[in-house]
Nanobody, 126 residues
């Protein structure tokens, strides 16, 4: 089994920044893509960002392009999400996910990820 633990969420004002981190542990041998998704109350889970195993291929949801940056450190089994210029509509629970079926690229579909963290709350005040 693989365990994913997110950290770094919190309350920030509009225009501020936060950095989320996700640490993977357990059976993490092998190559895997990682992604970030978010879910606000009453909304479906939304794709935010993803990275291939090498980190060379990255993908972003339209609403966060140019503001968020995903990065990973495979030596530490971590993936980070740097969030800048935050808006109230970014308020959500953010989830980290791992996909062990893909290496050279990453999916933007939540159904393709087999492992999920418990989520971390991000609240952006106006």
């Amino acid at each position: 089994q693989v365990q994913l633990v997110e950290s770094g969420g919190g309350l920030v004002q509009t225009g501020g920044s936060l950095r989320l981190s996700c640490a993977a542990s357990g059976r993490t041998t092998g190559s895997y893509a990682m992604g970030w998704f978010r879910q606000a109350p009453g909304n479906e889970r939304e794709f935010v960002a993803a990275a291939s195993w090498s980190g060379g291929n990255t993908y972003y949801g339209d609403s966060v392009k140019g503001r968020f940056t995903i990065s990973r450190d495979n030596a530490k089994n971590t993936v980070d999400l740097q969030m800048n210029s935050l808006k109230p509509e970014d308020t959500a629970v953010y989830y980290c996910a791992a996909d062990f079926t893909r290496r050279w690229y990453a999916s933007t579909r939540a159904d393709d990820y087999g492992y999920w963290g418990q989520g971390t709350q991000v609240t952006v005040s106006s």
